[in-house]
């Protein structure tokens, strides 16, 4: 909650080499994630009847908050709370996906790992313009296949993140200009499927109108 404060990288800016650079991660955490949080705090300088709201409450309730700050929130409160989980979503050299009920849910889907990621690289490929692609879990354990436009979030659907992928081009544009496809590809390289594990074991939990 407010004041909100840069979360710290997991790891060094270089350990996602030779997938990310560690420009790219340097100017995408330290600049792009700072610039969200200066002004989501910003939005709520002069609202203090908002600053003890945990941020999944702000996003959950966006039509609710005061009209001037609705915006501002949508889009750097979502900058915030999509950034830190794709950081954390992220290892060095990637975590694989166990034996267990992530990966049985995955396969009951779409039949495997590799079914699965072609999907959501085509969901990736198709987000127009700045955007998001999610892997998101209802509150029954299904799976799907989600997307976002801006920094808009999975909260107001009520749905578990279990990865998400930026792609907007200040995610790979340094190291891969105009090269969508092969920035996902490498992507896929650095997921930390443990921790896509433990998100998707909070899906019977979730419930963001209660937060
Ligand atoms: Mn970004």
Redesign the pocket.
């Given at each position: 909650m407010y004041p909100f404060t840069l979360k710290p990288l997991p790891y060094g800016y270089d350990a996602l080499e030779p997938h990310i650079d560690a420009k790219t991660m340097e100017i995408?955490h330290g600049k792009?994630?700072q610039t969200y949080v200066d002004n989501l705090n910003k939005a709520l300088e002069n609202k203090p009847e908002y600053q003890d709201w945990p941020l999944p409450r702000l996003l959950f309730n966006l039509d609710k908050l005061p009209q001037d700050i609705q915006t501002p929130v949508r889009n750097h409160g979502g900058?915030v709370y999509?950034?830190n989980l794709?950081f954390e979503i992220m290892a060095e050299n990637g975590r694989p996906l166990g034996d267990g009920p992530l990966k049985a849910a995955i396969e009951k889907v779409w039949g495997s790992l590799e079914a699965f990621l072609a999907e959501f690289k085509a969901a990736g490929l198709s987000v127009f313009g700045s955007g998001w692609a999610w892997l998101v879990s209802d509150n029954q354990g299904n799976l799907s296949i989600y997307k976002t436009p801006n920094q808009d979030t999975q909260i107001p659907a009520n749905l578990t993140p279990v990865i998400n992928l930026?792609v907007?081009e200040?995610?790979y544009y340094l190291l891969r200009q105009n090269r969508r496809p092969e920035y996902i590809d490498n992507f896929f390289n650095v997921i930390n499927w443990e921790k896509a594990e433990e998100y998707y074991a909070k899906y019977p939990e979730t419930d963001f109108s209660k937060v």
């Open positions: 995408h792009h994630l900058g999509n950034h794709f930026d907007w200040h995610a």
